[in-house]
């Protein structure tokens, strides 16, 4: 008997927490045109964004620049000095 009155609560009150969200919103009445000489005003003035679009740091206009052509050239020298040191000393011309 207590099992189907625990039951019988549990559902109960789980059926008026879910009864809210069952429930008809009303729809709003349709509002009336304005007047053609009448402007409707908005709620809530948005003031138009500003262009005050922050500046790079220089580390980003020069050193990060500066740095993919040091990289660049690193790497160039690399394989120029690799190809006179290696390449070239491999084979040799016989006479």
Do not use: C, H, N
Not at 14 to 21: D, E, G
Request: net charge negative; proline share 12%; charged share 15%.
């Amino acid at each position: 008997m207590r099992r189907i009155f625990v039951a019988s609560l549990i559902v109960a009150t789980s059926s008026l927490m879910v009864l809210p969200a069952f429930a008809q919103e009303e729809t709003p009445a349709p509002q009336e045109p304005a007047p053609a000489g009448e402007l409707i005003q908005p709620a809530v003035v948005v003031p138009p964004p500003a262009d005050d679009a922050p500046e790079a740091q220089w580390t980003y206009k020069f050193l990060i620049p500066l740095g993919l052509v040091v990289a660049a050239l690193a790497v160039f020298v690399t394989v120029v000095q690799y190809f006179v040191k290696v390449v070239r000393s491999r084979y040799k011309l016989v006479e």
